[in-house]
């Protein structure tokens, strides 16, 4: 395909990367560190580490898993933990060390750690005390071998470290009986590290960085293999994308979405670390009146979010009032970003909310809209450096400008496969290096992509196809409605019909009304027929409505 999105590239910004600029992220992280060794790193629960900290915590957390547990190149470390101090220091102790990170989601039950631990093959874990009792469910049926427990405040100095564990355990009683009479403690892994050498390993691109887990909502969860090539490249695409609107060494990020979300990691955690950044971790962004108080005490200039987290935010007393006076850059992901949120989002914070686009299986970001537009278009952008595009039928023919068709993706950020699934990584994956991300798009003349919606979620009425993304952007924008999700339900006569199911922000707000409201804004056939009314959705953990959930219900 002609690369016909290079002319509309913002100024400043170059047509292709060096993907192997850097062997590893290891590499990377260091020498980043040593640039900006006293400016400020990671941020939590009012400690900051600067980048020399974070380097010489890590290092000692390395020299802990060579010294201690003898563990290195070829060897798996699960990493359940929510935004704490403790997973950057861990992430990059363990990227260092030759390991593979494998990210597990903490809010997993017994039975998604169980198939993720025994998938992965992790040969240890660090494990928040707060989740602690499902690893303990299933610790005689996984082969994890070593296991580390962390509380929330470890990080943290004394005496805030004893405090905040003292609340967390006895006072807000957040951290339920388990025993694992095994497992270390974090301070004693540090304690034991910091006495301990750090050999440094050589790590190529070739060696798996991330075994990254799809989220399971499209079926069993896979392995995603993201080799430190892969996430190298995509660190410095999405550099390249930034470099001309942001500082190096001067941004502040808020860092609500968790960093073990694909998305978080490679723009927040990898790619602001890599330029600098300082990331406000927000360990709990559903607690809404704590985050906004977090944000009224920093002047933070970047956000990323999926489109709840930020209609969440508008919905919050608060919010409003704050300084969005160094905000320049918010991005939303994930999920698409209804029109309503991000016009209200302008309106408040006088930032535009702009659209990026990527998968799991492309590490992750594919797209993103150019950082000096104005305004929310409903599209996610162009392809960021090295990376091509392909809008293709059926029948793998590829299509013209503004026609729907399945988006295919070729690039260095693209994985390596799905870990023991060679079927599935041969149904996605071309040997040309094309992989088939299973959501319908269209490109305009200019080269932007528009996500139409995800392949299995279109609808199919009386053999039209209807994309729940188009009907979710005209109910959300109804004053009464607080959250939406489109689904299809079962029809004996036209297949499937529109379902909507509904959050409502004014309680009087009736299915008729509703309905009424659709015709005057949605051609006849995509004009929901059912409306369900419900107190919230489905959400994954990043605070993605599950549409999947709410069609296995009615078996749509």
């Given at each position: 395909?002609?690369?016909?999105?290079?002319?509309?590239?913002?100024?400043?910004i170059a047509e292709s990367i060096n993907p192997d600029q850097f062997p590893s992220l290891g590499e990377m992280f260091e020498s980043s560190a040593r640039r900006y060794a006293t400016k400020p790193a990671y941020t939590n629960l009012g400690v900051t580490y600067s980048f020399a900290e974070l380097e010489a915590a890590s290092r000692h957390f390395a020299a802990w898993l060579q010294n201690d547990l003898?563990?290195?190149?070829?060897?798996?470390?699960?990493?359940?933990?929510?935004?704490?101090?403790?997973?950057?220091?861990?992430?990059?102790?363990?990227?260092?060390?030759?390991?593979?990170?494998?990210?597990?989601?903490?809010?997993?039950?017994?039975?998604?750690?169980?198939?993720?631990?025994?998938?992965?093959?992790?040969?240890?874990?660090?494990?928040?005390?707060?989740?602690?009792?499902?690893?303990?469910?299933?610790?005689?049926?996984?082969?994890?071998?070593?296991?580390?427990?962390?509380?929330?405040?470890?990080?943290?100095?004394?005496?805030?470290?004893?405090?905040?564990?003292?609340?967390?355990?006895?006072?807000?009683?957040?951290?339920?009986?388990?025993?694992?009479?095994?497992?270390?403690?974090?301070?004693?892994?540090?304690?034991?590290?910091?006495?301990?050498?750090?050999?440094?390993?050589?790590?190529?691109?070739?060696?798996?960085?991330?075994?990254?887990?799809?989220?399971?909502?499209?079926?069993?969860?896979?392995?995603?293999?993201?080799?430190?090539?892969?996430?190298?490249?995509?660190?410095?695409?999405?550099?390249?994308?930034?470099?001309?609107?942001?500082?190096?060494?001067?941004?502040?990020?808020?860092?609500?979405?968790?960093?073990?979300?694909?998305?978080?990691?490679?723009?927040?955690?990898?790619?602001?670390?890599?330029?600098?950044?300082?990331?406000?971790?927000?360990?709990?962004?559903?607690?809404?009146?704590?985050?906004?108080?977090?944000?009224?005490?920093?002047?933070?200039?970047?956000?990323?979010?999926?489109?709840?987290?930020?209609?969440?935010?508008?919905?919050?007393?608060?919010?409003?009032?704050?300084?969005?006076?160094?905000?320049?850059?918010?991005?939303?992901?994930?999920?698409?970003?209804?029109?309503?949120?991000?016009?209200?989002?302008?309106?408040?914070?006088?930032?535009?909310?702009?659209?990026?686009?990527?998968?799991?299986?492309?590490?992750?970001?594919?797209?993103?809209?150019?950082?000096?537009?104005?305004?929310?278009?409903?599209?996610?952008?162009?392809?960021?450096?090295?990376?091509?595009?392909?809008?293709?039928?059926?029948?793998?023919?590829?299509?013209?400008?503004?026609?729907?068709?399945?988006?295919?993706?070729?690039?260095?950020?693209?994985?390596?496969?799905?870990?023991?699934?060679?079927?599935?990584?041969?149904?996605?994956?071309?040997?040309?290096?094309?992989?088939?991300?299973?959501?319908?798009?269209?490109?305009?003349?200019?080269?932007?992509?528009?996500?139409?919606?995800?392949?299995?979620?279109?609808?199919?009425?009386?053999?039209?196809?209807?994309?729940?993304?188009?009907?979710?952007?005209?109910?959300?924008?109804?004053?009464?409605?607080?959250?939406?999700?489109?689904?299809?339900?079962?029809?004996?006569?036209?297949?499937?019909?529109?379902?909507?199911?509904?959050?409502?922000?004014?309680?009087?707000?009736?299915?008729?009304?509703?309905?009424?409201?659709?015709?005057?804004?949605?051609?006849?056939?995509?004009?929901?027929?059912?409306?369900?009314?419900?107190?919230?959705?489905?959400?994954?953990?990043?605070?993605?409505?599950?549409?999947?959930?709410?069609?296995?219900?009615?078996?749509?």
């Amino acid at each position: 395909m002609d690369k016909i999105w290079l002319s509309q590239y913002p100024e400043g910004i170059a047509e292709s990367i060096n993907p192997d600029q850097f062997p590893s992220l290891g590499e990377m992280f260091e020498s980043s560190a040593r640039r900006y060794a006293t400016k400020p790193a990671y941020t939590n629960l009012g400690v900051t580490y600067s980048f020399a900290e974070l380097e010489a915590a890590s290092r000692h957390f390395a020299a802990w898993l060579q010294n201690d547990l003898g563990l290195g190149k070829g060897h798996k470390l699960a990493l359940m933990l929510p935004n704490l101090l403790q997973y950057p220091i861990a992430l990059f102790g363990a990227l260092r060390a030759g390991l593979t990170v494998v990210n597990v989601n903490p809010l997993y039950t017994a039975r998604e750690l169980e198939h993720q631990l025994k998938d992965s093959g992790a040969d240890a874990i660090v494990i928040l005390a707060n989740f602690a009792d499902t690893l303990a469910e299933v610790r005689s049926k996984v082969g994890i071998q070593h296991i580390l427990i962390t509380e929330v405040g470890d990080a943290c100095p004394l005496p805030k470290r004893a405090v905040v564990n003292l609340a967390v355990r006895y006072i807000k009683r957040m951290v339920p009986d388990y025993r694992i009479p095994e497992a270390v403690s974090w301070t004693k892994a540090m304690a034991a590290g910091k006495k301990s050498s750090f050999l440094p390993v050589s790590v190529q691109g070739d060696d798996i960085a991330f075994l990254q887990y799809t989220g399971g909502t499209t079926g069993v969860a896979k392995g995603a293999m993201l080799s430190h090539r892969n996430m190298v490249a995509n660190v410095l695409q999405c550099t390249e994308w930034f470099q001309p609107f942001l500082g190096k060494g001067r941004e502040t990020m808020v860092t609500a979405l968790p960093m073990y979300h694909i998305f978080s990691l490679c723009v927040n955690c990898l790619t602001f670390a890599y330029i600098g950044g300082h990331n406000l971790l927000i360990t709990n962004p559903r607690d809404m009146k704590g985050f906004v108080k977090t944000l009224s005490r920093t002047s933070f200039t970047a956000i990323t979010g999926v489109n709840t987290l930020f209609n969440g935010l508008l919905n919050t007393a608060g919010f409003k009032d704050l300084d969005f006076s160094n905000l320049h850059l918010a991005i939303g992901g994930g999920m698409a970003v209804h029109e309503s949120v991000a016009n209200r989002w302008q309106e408040v914070t006088g930032t535009p909310l702009l659209e990026g686009y990527g998968l799991t299986e492309t590490s992750p970001v594919v797209a993103v809209m150019p950082l000096d537009a104005k305004a929310y278009s409903g599209k996610i952008g162009l392809p960021v450096p090295s990376t091509e595009v392909s809008i293709r039928d059926e029948s793998g023919q590829e299509l013209g400008t503004a026609e729907a068709g399945e988006l295919f993706v070729r690039g260095p950020q693209v994985m390596v496969g799905y870990l023991g699934r060679a079927e599935a990584t041969a149904n996605s994956l071309s040997e040309d290096g094309w992989f088939a991300t299973g959501d319908m798009a269209s490109i305009d003349t200019e080269g932007y992509l528009k996500i139409v919606d995800r392949k299995k979620d279109m609808i199919l009425v009386s053999g039209f196809n209807v994309y729940p993304n188009e009907i979710e952007d005209v109910v959300a924008a109804h004053p009464g409605v607080f959250e939406v999700a489109a689904v299809g339900a079962p029809d004996d006569i036209k297949g499937e019909i529109v379902k909507i199911v509904v959050v409502r922000s004014d309680p009087g707000l009736t299915k008729e009304e509703l309905i009424n409201y659709c015709r005057d804004n949605l051609t006849g056939y995509k004009v929901p027929k059912v409306v369900e009314f419900r107190s919230e959705l489905p959400k994954s953990n990043v605070g993605k409505i599950l549409r999947r959930e709410l069609r296995d219900e009615q078996g749509s």
